[in-house]
């Protein structure tokens, strides 16, 4: 699931609401239609993408941005989707081949849309936006640097005289180590110079991942070695992480700033941290081997990694190597450590995706008729939750990606990973976007290569000798995709089998507030790292400075 240490999380996919359905076949409503002009000043030559048009009530929005000001009116600039509220913000989608600029198109309010059709929102004043998503990941990463977009205009609805939106600016790309004001610790910013001095960029041409795709393949992200390392000749243990779903490597430049302030400040002992991309245009690709993503995780492990420890004086031991990852990147680091005992001596995962698909954020998987939309008595599938209370559903969700785009959404995301390669070469869809229905072979298909409570349950012995007392997991009782649920599952297997392992389940942590111990937003990775250091140095007398308050 996404991570939220860096923004606000957009899941996606492909297709039609019901009401919209209905809204096209009966002749008493009214469609509502909008223009959209590519202005020649945003783009000089024709340009494609996934066109969107998204519409808020305008005193929620207004409301929402005065809270966001601290009590003070503030002018509504961006109008978006928020899954945490999903149905506050409809969205339409209209697919657009070779604009030219200066030209005209129409977008029907009531054909792609989500949650509802424009013309069934309840009459009032809207605040509306037109954004182009040039680069089809929105679903991934929301507005990213390229997207064209308009100004927000405000809309009565319903109407019969079509607003008409001009996209003049161009959003712009995010550079690593550029921080929003607010974003980062007095701390970490007053050590940003030295952590990028400290950070080297992996630009990494993968013969493996190359010859999948018939294309050079880049496997992107940071290295960060500690103070001190120019004037060392010592090798140091190496920390491998990597991101939640929506992150990137300009995310995980911020992450590497946080740890070298900690280790300059010495509450975080010296180690090479290593900081992994794994997004792709398909979402993240978990660094699992997959049939449709290409051998990522042979990639890292026989590919990278032995040209990292050529280059850097890493300590190249299995006790010398160690996975940390938040949500998809806590499935990711799991995997990866299950999958090869003998390279990695321990993975610190938190808040992982689902590691048992008996429960897949709530889902049994393997239930006969399974659903991943309704339970057995009708009642909807909850998938985000604040606490106690329901913030979004699982089809709300599924609903919401298939408007936003075909790619890079977080329920697609998996099935690019997990699923059978399908006769069009796209990844075989394991629930119905239109019902909810599971398809049982599919799950069969995900069961046999990525379940990883069933893989230990039934190759423990053989796993057993490396893989025993490595595996670390942390989640949250009230965790805000209900991914406890599955890591209790995982431990009940673990357990059953005798295993050594280490699972802690932090009471009413969410999703969100996991690493925070005290004062401190990253309490709980500082406390991971001396845990790597003692098993890579069980003899050093290094002890953490105490935290400033």
Known sequence: MRNRFHTAIVLLSLGLFAGAAQARTDPGITHQFFHVRLSTTAAARPTSGRLLLFAIDAKTAEAAA??????????VEEVDANPFRATETSVAAREINDWAPGQTVAIDADQMVFPSAFSRLPPGDYLLQAVLDVNHDYNYHGRSGGDLRSKVVAVHLPTTSPATF?????????????????????????????????????DFNSPGLGAFWGRPITMRGWVLTPPGYENSTQRYPTVYVTHGYGGDATILSANATVVYAAMAEQQMPPMIWVFLDESSPTGTHEFADSVNNGPWGQALTTELIPHLESQYRMDGTVNGRFLNGHSSGGWATLWLQTRYPKIFGGTWSTSPDPSDFHDFTGVDLYAPNANVYRRADGSAYPLVRDHAKVLGTFEQFARMERVLGPYGGQLASFEWVFSPRGEDGRPEPMFDRATGAVDPAVVNYWRDHYDIAWRLQHEWPQLKPDLDGKIHLVVGTADTFYLDGAAHKLKAVLDGLHAKADFRFLPDRTHFDLYVVGKDRQGLLKQFSWEMYAVARPDSKLKPVATAP
């Not at 005065?66 to 002018?75: D, E, L, R």
């Not at 001009?166 to 004001?181: G, S, Y």
């Open 66 to 75: 005065k809270a966001a000001s601290g009590g003070k009116s503030a002018v």
């Open 166 to 202: 001009e996209l003049v600016d161009t959003v712009p790309a995010r550079q690593p180590w550029q921080f929003p004001k607010g974003a980062m610790s007095e701390l970490s910013m007053r050590h940003l110079d030295e952590a990028r001095a400290h950070a080297q960029s992996i």
